[in-house]
């Protein structure tokens, strides 16, 4: 744990239902996690967002002018509006005010903003979003990268998705030697186009990843991996379809339940499974996704994020930070970069 709260600047303006959802998680997140938060935002707005004003005594308030619309160009729309919240947040982090971004608006302009404003680790050519999945083995999540940043993928790119991602699931989760396998159409080195085989060589090869080969769709979940590289196309339509498949699963759960006084019943029996069960699907009890690669710790959530999934976003920054993820990513570039160097 990191000796002084950790600051979290919240985009308030960015979201399908911004900015009263991403208010009323932030109140949550200040209220029940070790953080500082910083909410970037049109105060008026903010304020105008919460039926109780005292909710926001114990939150920074800092101001911003306009957000990213999702139809804009992320890039000419964030020169156009350099003090759009995203903008300001993303600068608060460069100028050490916060130690985090969290932002459910547009993403390419959240990822954009994140470039331009806090720039890339040395040695990483290309950030990754990384999104965390549950698996069947209780408490053991899967990291899948790239999930939307890169549509088009050289081999290089995704051999640093996998040195990233086993940094992060060593610090942030735990994972002893994490396990790291590539998204496939089949287990046989040889399978797949040319940039998978590639690829497959590539991580054999390395001395700094515990490569244990293919993982075909149906491992994804297993248990039997803690990171899996793909490109981000590939990366983007699991993603959306692990989210739907999460929602329909619940809604059968409850559709299937016995109604009347045998359903009632059975529902208050099995009341403590149902939510464990929900927890373990919904995709809002991960909030977001990481964007790894960048000189900052930048949660991107979905942009029908609601209060809990920003709630989620926030503990998901704070622990990242906490774990000195950036620093360890850097750190583990700058090894690589002096055994290039050395001839190793």
């Given at each position: 744990m990191g000796l002084t709260q950790a600051r979290i600047a919240v985009d308030a303006m960015g979201g399908d239902y911004a900015p009263a959802e991403i208010v009323a998680g932030a109140i949550r997140a200040r209220e029940e996690l070790d953080v500082e938060i910083l909410l970037v935002g049109n105060p008026d707005q903010i304020r105008a967002?919460?039926?109780?004003?005292?909710?926001?005594?114990?939150?920074?308030?800092v101001p911003s002018e306009g957000t990213i619309e999702m139809h804009e160009e992320p890039l000419s729309a964030l020169r156009k509006k350099r003090n759009a919240s995203i903008n300001v947040a993303m600068d608060m982090v460069k100028k050490g005010r916060a130690d985090a971004v969290v932002s459910a608006g547009h993403s390419g302009a959240a990822m954009a903003a994140a470039l331009l404003r806090l720039g890339r680790i040395k040695g990483i050519d290309r950030p990754a979003i990384g999104a965390v999945f549950p698996t069947v083995v209780a408490g053991k999540p899967v990291l899948i990268l790239d999930v939307g940043a890169n549509v088009d993928c050289r081999p290089k790119f995704l051999e640093q998705f996998a040195l990233m991602g086993s940094v992060y699931s060593e610090y942030a989760f735990g994972a002893k030697n994490p396990r790291?396998?590539?998204?496939?159409i089949g287990e046989e080195p040889s399978k797949g186009n040319d940039v998978a085989v590639q690829v497959h060589q590539a991580l054999l090869d390395s001395t700094t990843i515990n490569f244990v080969g293919n993982a075909e769709?149906?491992?994804?979940?297993?248990?039997?991996?803690?990171?899996?590289?793909?490109?981000?196309?590939?990366?983007n339509v699991l993603l959306k379809f692990a989210e739907a498949v999460g929602e329909v699963a619940v809604n059968i759960l409850r559709e299937e339940l016995p109604r009347g006084i045998l359903g009632k019943l059975g529902v208050l029996i099995l009341k403590g499974n149902l939510k464990r069960i929900k927890q373990r699907l919904d995709h809002a009890e991960h909030g977001g996704a990481l964007l790894l690669g960048v000189n900052g710790v930048a949660v991107i959530s979905h942009g029908s994020s609601n209060a809990p999934s920003i709630f989620n976003a926030i503990r998901l920054s704070k622990e990242a930070v906490d774990n000195g993820v950036i620093g360890h990513i850097q750190g583990q570039y700058q090894k690589v970069a002096a055994s290039v160097t050395n001839g190793d």
């Open positions: 967002s919460v039926a109780n004003p005292d909710s926001l005594s114990r939150i920074e308030i790291v396998g590539l998204l496939n769709g149906r491992d994804v979940l297993s248990g039997n991996f803690d990171v899996i590289v793909c490109d981000g196309f590939v990366g």
